[in-house]
């Protein structure tokens, strides 16, 4: 399977600023091989997937509702993602269980809501710096899968250590093949289709750690949250899968 890459931009961009980085994704892609797809926020997926339109770049979003339609103020159905052009969503991001409290139980609904509308889910999961310290994060990781995962899970998983987000810090290479095999043996022992899941690495990717992250076994690509707000580090991380 390709390797994914796939931008998540969180709460940053306006129309311009996000014409011009579509813009320049469109015109600086060329021929690369793994698939591409950012997640811009909810007010630009539609003005972005125009852009994108035909070039190969996919787009997707941040996060969806658990429920189809209804009363629920402020919040984003997945078929309504689907109707601006997204083809994948974000789901479990560890700012939103952090900063919204969702729960495994909240993002497993989720990720069905989202299969069922026809969007492909990227999970995220991923302990903390004290976790880790503590010899916890497999625990912490195998308990994230096996609750926010529905059994038929046909999707992307993404490991993100909560430490490495946004810091510059990045576990050891060995640390992410020992995370990967854990998550892919999970998922194996879960999922009828296990073994064919991509696992994405998360946590201050940039060009110059993307070619050694990504040729770690079961790393099937990488979720780059502020190197894919610069069009150049973005592509640079796409040509070193
Ligand atoms: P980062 O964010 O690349 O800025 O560390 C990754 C993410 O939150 O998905």
């Known amino acids: 399977m390709r390797p994914l890459i796939a931008g998540n931009w969180k709460m940053n961009g306006l129309t311009a600023s996000s014409a011009a980085l ?39 979003g941040q996060d969806c509702h658990a429920q189809t339609q209804g009363a629920h103020t402020g919040e984003i159905s997945a078929a309504m993602l689907m109707d601006v052009g997204a083809s994948y969503v974000i789901l479990g991001h560890s700012e939103r269980r952090a900063d919204q409290g969702e729960t495994d139980a909240l993002v497993r609904a989720k990720t069905e809501a989202a299969v069922a509308a026809g969007l492909i889910p990227i999970v995220c999961v991923g302990e903390t710096e004290a976790q880790r310290l503590a010899g916890d994060h497999e625990a912490v990781v195998g308990a994230q899968i096996a609750g926010s995962l529905p059994p038929d899970f046909a999707g992307v998983i993404a490991y993100e250590p909560i430490w490495a987000i946004g810091t510059g810090r990045v576990p050891t290479i060995g640390d992410i093949a020992s995370m990967h095999a854990f998550i892919r043996a999970q998922l194996v022992s879960l999922h009828p289709n296990g073994g064919g899941l991509r696992i994405l690495y998360g946590g201050s990717v940039k060009p110059g750690n993307a070619a050694e992250i990504l040729a770690v076994p ?15 580090d973005f592509l640079a991380i796409a040509r070193a899968a």
């Open 22 to 60: 579509a813009h320049a994704l469109r015109q600086g892609i060329g021929d690369l091989a793994p698939e591409m797809l950012v997640c811009p926020p909810a007010t630009q997926i539609a003005a972005v997937a125009t852009i994108l339109d035909g070039s190969g770049i996919r787009v997707g």
């Open 218 to 232: 079961d790393v099937g690509g990488a979720l780059v949250g502020g190197a894919s707000l610069v069009v150049d």
